[in-house]
């Protein structure tokens, strides 16, 4: 999907704030940021990371420089193979305009070389916030390669799958084992978009500094300060 087509898709389901979050890369999520700067909706910048335990781990970041600087970490940390199109399908990148300007050979649906603690480490150091993917999926989640969510761990929140969310009932400020728990629409097509999101009732949330200071004070509230 081309980013301006799911900026229009978000706007016509009334969405406020989304994030693209693409294996392995932020190319998308930058021209999403880019493409909203002067509108209604707003994106925070993202990318979803796999560690050396193959953990799918959400990244967030405050703005384009800092998400430029996990791209840095993505480069060195990612194996260098060659993708299979037949496989994998072709990674097609588009500009702002929703041209496609070529299409990525190096195969970004493998693990980085690093682990999830460390990984976790570098996008604090960056100025990100760290969440563990939809952890009560069967694959390339917390529980299914760990076993068991340590509450001693920095993550800033667990994500679980909207399935999950909307079975056990959960609303914005829930925590799940100590974390703020989150929820995304992992939409893969632009019908998908807009069927699930969170609803914010109080309007707390509206970019990445508001989001990282109602994480703060969910955590907050676990740790008992």
């Known amino acids: 999907m081309s980013p301006g087509l799911i900026v229009e898709q978000a706007e016509r389901r009334k969405l406020n704030l989304i994030s693209i979050t693409d294996h392995n890369t932020t190319k998308h999520s930058i021209i999403a940021y880019q493409l909203c700067k002067d509108r209604s909706i707003k994106v925070i910048p993202g990318v979803e990371l796999t560690s050396r335990e193959e953990v799918h781990l959400l990244a967030y970041f405050p703005n384009l420089e800092t998400l430029t600087k996990i791209e840095e970490v993505i480069d060195y940390y990612l194996p260098?193979?060659?993708?299979?199109?037949?496989?994998?399908?072709?990674?097609?990148?588009?500009?702002?305009?929703?041209?496609?300007?070529?299409?990525?050979?190096?195969?970004?649906?493998?693990?980085?070389?690093?682990?999830?603690?460390?990984?976790?480490?570098?996008?604090?150091?960056?100025?990100?916030?760290?969440?563990?993917?939809?952890?009560?999926?069967?694959?390339?989640?917390?529980?299914?390669?760990?076993?068991?969510?340590?509450?001693e761990e920095n993550f800033d929140a667990l994500e679980v799958s909207k399935y999950q969310w909307n079975k056990k009932g959960y609303q914005l400020g829930d925590t799940l084992e100590g974390f703020p728990v989150t929820s995304g629409s992992d939409s893969h097509c632009l019908e998908d978009i807009g069927l699930f999101y969170i609803e914010d009732t109080q309007d707390r949330i509206k970019d990445f500094l508001t989001f990282s200071n109602f994480l703060k004070n969910c955590q907050g509230k676990r740790k008992g300060t």
Do not use: M, W
């Not at 072709?90 to 070389?113: F, H, M």
């Not at 603690?117 to 916030?129: A, F, R, T």
């Open 80 to 151: 260098r193979r060659e993708n299979k199109p037949q496989i994998f399908g072709y990674q097609i990148y588009y500009n702002q305009k929703g041209e496609i300007i070529g299409t990525d050979d190096l195969l970004r649906q493998v693990a980085l070389e690093i682990s999830l603690d460390h990984l976790v480490e570098v996008i604090h150091q960056i100025g990100g916030l760290a969440i563990c993917a939809h952890i009560d999926k069967s694959r390339f989640s917390l529980l299914s390669q760990l076993g068991f969510i340590d509450r």
